[in-house]
């Protein structure tokens, strides 16, 4: 047998590796994640969801997106965000007519065009599409409950989550939530004298998994600042913990989303900070790779010209991008 020495792969090699990784667009891993929950759900949960309901809400927000684009003159690659809505919807949203489902969608991607504010969409699309559907749609509802408290589920939706939030520079708003959100419920039960088994019971909910991963992460409907980032999810966090234990009212966390979100204006104002945005995925194009070597060459050069200090930038390869700091 003939044994074949395998070279460990060099320093730089690693570094264009990671660099390769982090540039992956974060809304292909939530596609292929709540894709997979949806799988989860419809084959081993019995979801009450049929397949032309997921397929009306796909059609309805896929469209939507793409008029309201070309009607408002945005970029076109928010057609990725639009599925991420869909997914989102169908997994949370219930309904027994087949109308439901796609006017949601439809009212919820329409309202990233004409909510806004400074540059970007006010609302996270699934959450407002979940609080049209429960405020203003008989015959909707949406079922938190349906995951189960299934620890090793939640565990596994956590898991998935933190990939997704860290590729979307938003890894810190999740678990921020999460600790405010679990100290609360850790002192109800100090002060109530319970078992701490009530506890494990409320943080093995994959509904709050998801809720704290793929929701409130959303990099285009959260404060630019990462320091008031950290404050909004403790204000989402109280508000979810009064709404559910102190008003005892059900859907704490959908409805501690929607009414904090008019907070990120304000707090945006207080602490100025880059805005986020989505890049398109980068091409592997060899011409239009050259292209943007050659474009970041030309600005290195010509800062050194005028004596300006270079960008900080960063090169992987087939792209360049110049990042600045905030």
Do not use: C
């Amino acid at each position: 047998m003939t044994l074949v020495a395998v070279a460990p792969l060099h320093k730089g090699a690693w570094t264009r590796l990671a660099a390769r990784a982090r540039s992956i667009d974060a809304r292909y891993l939530q596609i292929g994640f709540l894709g997979s929950f949806l799988l989860f759900g419809a084959l081993l949960r019995d979801f009450a969801l049929r397949p032309e309901q997921v397929a009306l809400t796909f059609a309805a927000a896929l469209a939507t997106q793409y008029l309201g684009a070309r009607l408002s003159g945005l970029p076109g690659h928010g057609l990725l965000s639009a599925a991420v809505t869909s997914l989102g919807l169908s997994i949370l949203v219930r309904a027994d007519s087949l109308w439901v489902h796609p006017l949601v969608a439809a009212l919820a991607i329409a309202a990233k065009f004409v909510i806004r504010w400074n540059g970007k969409h006010l609302y996270n699309p699934a959450n407002l599409g979940v609080m049209i559907a429960l405020l203003t749609l008989p015959g909707a509802w949406i079922s938190p409950g349906q995951w189960g408290n299934d620890m090793l589920l939640a565990l596994w939706v956590a898991t998935l989550g933190v990939t997704v939030s860290s590729s979307a520079r938003r890894f810190d708003i999740a678990w921020a939530f999460l600790a405010v959100y679990v100290a609360l419920l850790s002192l109800r039960i100090v002060y109530l004298g319970a078992r701490w088994a009530v506890l494990e019971n409320q943080l093995s909910s994959g509904a709050l998994i998801l809720f704290a991963f793929f929701m409130i992460t959303d990099p285009m409907t959260t404060p630019n600042h990462r320091l008031m980032r950290l404050l909004y999810a403790a204000v989402v966090a109280v508000i979810a913990f009064v709404w559910t234990y102190v008003l005892f009212r059900t859907n704490g966390l959908v409805w501690a989303l929607f009414l904090a979100t008019p907070l990120v204006p304000l707090l945006d104002r207080l602490k100025q900070a880059e805005k986020f945005q989505w890049r398109p995925a980068l091409s592997h194009s060899p011409a239009l790779g050259q292209h943007r070597r050659t474009g970041l060459l030309r600005e290195i050069l010509a800062r050194r010209q005028s004596g300006a200090a270079p960008a900080p930038q960063s090169y992987t390869g087939e792209s360049a991008v110049v990042q600045r700091t905030p």
